[in-house]
């Protein structure tokens, strides 16, 4: 089993809706989690930190469940400027361990 | 957020030669930097941690004496590709964290080619 995983999509959602991703953990230790958001030939960039009472930043909510080792990204009202790969980064005491991302794809 | 910033953004060079990269945390000191490799439509992948003042950490299959990395102020860490060759023509990303907040930020990555 991975240490970080994701649904690789391709999530295709037209513009409006709602979608949301999971990301599982295996690493029951892990200290620190963070959705950052890809374009394509670019490095990735923070979307935001998830606590564990939840987070919510404009359209998007990030929301973390420890018991069940997962944390999930929700976004309101997707824009065509949300098409992106979405990466679950999961901290543990050294180390980042990254998904493999999901891709999704808000169509006009 | 952060600023890393990577220089230089896009290399082309010669098989055998050797490529240096520079990873610098403009805002804050980093003791930690890491530095990956992503080929198209992959995932990023570790190649080694840098910490500054000591050895790096590399990951498995990672070549230490072809990937050099010097790591030595609270604000720049270099890779040097020695004798790179057309299979090492990936996208290198490094990456520093905020030792308080545990977030990672990211330069903006070197896209390499080897001909």
């Known amino acids: 089993r991975k240490e970080v995983e994701q649904d690789p999509g391709p999530f295709n959602v037209p513009e409006g809706a709602t979608v949301a991703f999971n990301c599982t953990y295996s690493?029951?230790?892990?200290?620190?989690f963070f959705w950052y958001r890809q374009d394509c030939r670019k490095e990735p960039k923070l979307l935001m930190s998830?606590?564990?009472s939840g987070n919510e930043d404009g359209r998007f909510t990030a929301q973390l469940n420890r018991a069940s080792q997962y944390i999930s990204l929700l976004i309101r009202d997707s824009k065509l400027s949300d098409s992106a790969t979405y990466l679950c980064?999961?901290?543990?005491?050294?180390?980042?361990?990254f998904g493999t991302g999901t891709r999704l794809k808000v169509l006009a | 957020g952060a600023v890393v910033s990577q220089h230089p953004s896009w290399v082309i060079c010669k098989s055998g030669t050797s490529v240096k990269i520079e990873c610098r945390s403009l805002?804050?000191?980093?003791?930690?930097m890491f530095w990956y490799r992503q080929f198209p439509k992959q995932s990023l992948m570790l190649m080694a941690t840098?910490?500054?003042?000591?050895?790096?950490?590399?990951e498995q299959g990672v070549e230490k004496d072809k990937f050099l990395i010097n790591h030595a102020s609270l604000t720049l860490s270099t890779l040097t590709v020695t004798s790179a060759h057309p299979e090492d023509s990936s996208f290198y990303i490094c990456?520093?964290?905020?030792?308080?907040?545990?977030?990672?930020?990211f330069g903006e990555g070197s896209r390499l080619t080897v001909l």
């Open positions: 990456s520093a964290s905020i030792l308080a907040t545990g977030e990672l930020f």
């Open positions: 690493n029951s230790a892990s200290q620190s």
């Open positions: 998830v606590y564990s």
């Open positions: 980064v999961v901290k543990g005491t050294y180390k980042y361990i």
């Open positions: 805002d804050f000191q980093a003791t930690t």
């Open positions: 840098s910490n500054e003042g000591s050895k790096a950490t590399y």
